[in-house]
């Protein structure tokens, strides 16, 4: 807004909640206003607000006094000198709390705990090309393409959880890297899914007092969980 003596923040209305900043005014000035923009498929429609304490406190806190909020944010301060301060370094991010419910943060991927039987790490660098002219023709007129990667090497390493024997660094630099890689990991893939993972290999005979601990667990082995169930042995 160009209007030299007015500014304008525009906010929505979500699920009683006001969400926002759809508009946040770059400059506060003597004649500010803020709005709340309710709309459906059809209809737009502003509404302007008296007093923004009054229409968000409850949003935030249970308390009564008075709020001051950082309208970048939506952060309530109790404090004014508080909220003065954040204002001059908010980042102007909008911060979504999750609920009491939902406010808990624990691991769920159980299954990821159980060893893989072979995990493969790779890494690759590249030398910098300069982009010949012919090879801009066709680009966005916004986009110049300057540089350009060429892999010039790799390595990748074979992990295997049960036997190191299996393990393997390989370590290639020259021409055509990329196709080398690529040759020599299908490789090393196709021989291992051939030879290992296409194999069933059957479970040890379980000593009489692995079998009696066995029946007695009522954990699931992996993530912990009361199985709950006669026989189930994992919940993962």
Do not use: W
């Amino acid at each position: 807004m160009n209007n030299p003596e007015i500014s304008v923040n525009v906010f929505g209305y979500e699920n009683k909640s006001v969400v926002g900043p759809y508009y946040l005014t770059k400059e506060t000035k003597s004649n500010h206003i803020n709005l709340i923009l309710l709309h459906n498929e059809e209809n737009f429609h502003y509404i302007l607000v008296m007093d923004m304490s009054c229409l968000m406190r409850s949003q935030f806190t249970s308390h009564k006094e008075k709020g001051y909020f950082c309208f970048g944010c939506l952060q309530c301060f109790h404090d004014e000198n508080k909220c003065m301060t954040h204002k001059k370094q908010c980042g102007k991010v909008v911060c979504a709390l999750p609920n009491k419910k939902e406010a808990v943060l624990k691991f769920v991927n159980h299954k990821k705990k159980d060893k893989v039987p072979f995990v493969i790490y790779a890494d690759s660098e590249s030398v910098l090309e300069d982009v010949q002219e012919d090879e801009n023709n066709g680009a966005s007129k916004k986009t110049e393409k300057v540089k350009k990667h060429i892999p010039c090497a790799f390595s990748y390493f074979i992990k295997c959880s049960f036997n190191e024997n299996l393990n393997k660094l390989f370590i290639y630099s020259g021409p055509d890297a990329a196709n080398v890689f690529l040759k020599e990991l299908i490789q090393d893939c196709k021989f291992l899914y051939d030879s290992y993972l296409t194999k069933t290999k059957p479970m040890n005979t379980l000593t009489p007092e692995e079998e009696t601990a066995f029946l007695r667990d009522i954990n699931c082995r992996i993530c912990g969980d009361i199985l709950g169930l006669v026989g189930l042995t994992t919940l993962c």
